[in-house]
């Protein structure tokens, strides 16, 4: 049984850091394209970043420079580091497969408030 966990958010002042983690199991993901997406309250789950099993990364234009995405293949595992943060990154934030499963974790809520 394919599941995500996702942990490490947390209430943050705005240009503060924060480091998302991902842990997959249920299938060997090491060749699969891995994602992060987040939803705000009111909005519609938005995809937020990328990596290949290879490392390829992909990030959306509103978070680059500003978001990294890495792997551990070894853990199956998946990060996102997450610095300057601001107030429009208030979301909960999934990982998931690219394109998703219908499935998803409970996600890890990320607020940014002063």
């Known amino acids: 049984q394919v599941q995500f966990v996702e942990s490490g958010g947390s209430l943050v002042q705005p240009g503060g850091s924060l480091r998302l983690s991902c842990a997959f199991s249920g299938r060997d993901f090491r060749t699969t394209t891995t994602a992060w997406y987040r939803q705000g309250q009111g909005n519609n789950r938005e995809l937020v970043a990328t990596i290949s099993g290879g490392g390829g990364r992909g990030i959306a234009d509103s978070v680059k420079g500003r978001f990294t995405v890495s792997r551990d293949n070894a853990k199956n595992m998946m990060y996102l580091q997450m610095n300057n943060l601001q107030f429009e990154d208030t979301a909960v934030y999934f990982c998931?497969?690219?394109?998703?499963?219908?499935?998803w974790g409970q996600g890890t809520p990320v607020t940014v408030s002063s």
């Open positions: 998931n497969k690219n394109p998703p499963y219908t499935f």
